[in-house]
């Protein structure tokens, strides 16, 4: 199992920025699949953006062209940069690592887009 750390979210206006990070214990690259969920109240829990361990990404339609995946292989760490960002963008944002058919998620960090 992954274990997984993110970190970065918060209180942002419509149309400001803000970038998540998720730590992982183990090297991004032995991760087949890694990437960024997320749960907004009353609703299931929504892929938002993935990078596989060869660089391929792929995103949700509601966030293509303003949120970007990214990884600092040294650091064992996933970003997930938020740009333009809407008030229906609020929801708690869960990392989340796919290995050996395994699932491991972070402890969700909240992000809260209003004025």
């Known amino acids: 199992q992954v274990e997984l750390v993110e970190s970065g979210g918060g209180l942002v206006q419509p149309g400001g920025s803000l970038r998540l990070s998720c730590a992982a214990s183990?090297?991004?690259?032995?991760?087949?699949?890694m990437g960024w969920f997320r749960q907004a109240p009353g609703k299931q829990r929504d892929m938002v953006a993935s990078?596989?361990?060869?660089?391929?990404?792929n995103y949700a339609d509601s966030v293509k062209g303003r949120f970007t995946i990214s990884r600092d292989s040294a650091k064992n760490t996933v970003y997930l940069q938020m740009n333009s960002l809407k008030p229906e963008d609020t929801a708690v944002y869960y990392c989340n690592a796919v290995k050996l058919g395994r699932n491991s998620w972070g402890q969700g960090t909240q992000v809260t887009v209003s004025s």
């Open positions: 990078m596989t361990s060869g660089g391929s990404t």
């Open positions: 183990l090297s991004v690259f032995t991760i087949p699949v």
